[in-house]
């Protein structure tokens, strides 16, 4: 059982910058799809960001511009640079791993992820 676990998370003021990071311990060569959700206070769960082994990506249209996902395939690692953060962003950020699923579609679809972290924080106050 693979359990990835995130870092990075914190509270920031808007405009400020977080990097998130998730490690995958004991995951094997990635062939498939990454990526990060989160679920705000009182909302349902969304999808942020995936990218594949390929490095073809997508973004939540709320995020474009401003997020930037990436991985470091040599240890499995993904990453979420988050730039110009609002408050609307403020919530909890889980790695998604091992999607069996495209990236075209991957956003749309968390059920496609076979494995999950716990989360982290992020908070951004007005």
């Known amino acids: 059982q693979v359990q990835p676990v995130e870092s990075g998370g914190g509270s920031v003021q808007a405009g400020g910058s977080l990097r998130l990071s998730c490690a995958t311990p004991?995951?094997?060569?990635?062939?498939?799809?990454m990526g990060w959700f989160r679920r705000g206070p009182g909302k349902e769960r969304e999808g942020v960001a995936v990218?594949?082994?390929?490095?073809?990506?997508r973004y939540a249209d709320s995020v474009k511009g401003r997020f930037i996902v990436s991985q470091d395939k040599s240890t499995n690692s993904l990453f979420l640079q988050m730039n110009n953060l609002k408050p609307e962003d403020t919530g909890r950020y889980y790695c998604?791993?091992?999607?069996?699923?495209?990236?075209?579609?991957?956003?749309?679809?968390?059920?496609?992820?076979?494995?999950w972290g716990q989360g982290t924080e992020v908070t951004v106050s007005a």
């Open positions: 998604a791993a091992d999607g069996r699923i495209v990236v075209a579609v991957a956003l749309r679809h968390p059920e496609g992820f076979n494995y």
């Open positions: 990218i594949d082994t390929d490095d073809e990506t």
């Open positions: 004991g995951y094997g060569p990635s062939t498939i799809t």
